[in-house]
Nanobody, 128 residues
Framework: QVQLVESGGGLVQPGESLRLSCAAS????????KAWFRQGPGKEREFVAV????????YYSDAVVGRFTISRDNTNNTVTLQMTSLKPEDTAVYYC?????????????????????WGQGIQVTVSS
């Protein structure tokens, strides 16, 4: 059974950085698209970033572009989200997700329905 396990969350102050990791136990990890979503208090789950299976293409939401960086290590089956210049509005539960397909249409890859596998989520709180 495939498992996605997030780590690295916590409480930080505005302007600080945090690094999230997602460890995946799945065969052929390198053939799956990986993404991060988040869900803030009282909000719907929203797209954050996605990386293609080879790691050559990435897309970001407008809210995080220029501040967050998604990367993957296909040797160690991990996906990372480096978050900088964090803001209180970044406070949310962050989820790692995996999809079998890929599209160069960002709108398609930002849909939660494109992803069949999800981690349990990890809390990130940005507060002074």
């Amino acid at each position: 059974q495939v498992q996605l396990v997030e780590s690295g969350g916590g409480l930080v102050q505005p302007g600080e950085s945090l690094r999230l990791s997602c460890a995946a136990s799945e065969d052929s990890f390198e053939t799956y698209t990986k993404a991060w979503f988040r869900q803030g208090p009282g909000k719907e789950r929203e797209f954050v970033a996605v990386i293609s299976y080879g790691g050559k293409t990435t897309y970001y939401s407008d809210a995080v572009v220029g501040r967050f960086t998604i990367s993957r290590d296909n040797t160690n089956n991990t996906v990372t989200l480096q978050m900088t210049s964090l803001k209180p509005e970044d406070t949310a539960v962050y989820y790692c997700a995996s999809a079998a397909g890929w599209s160069f249409d960002r709108a398609i890859m930002s849909r939660p329905t494109e992803y069949a596998k999800w981690g349990q989520g990890i809390q990130v709180t940005v507060s002074s």
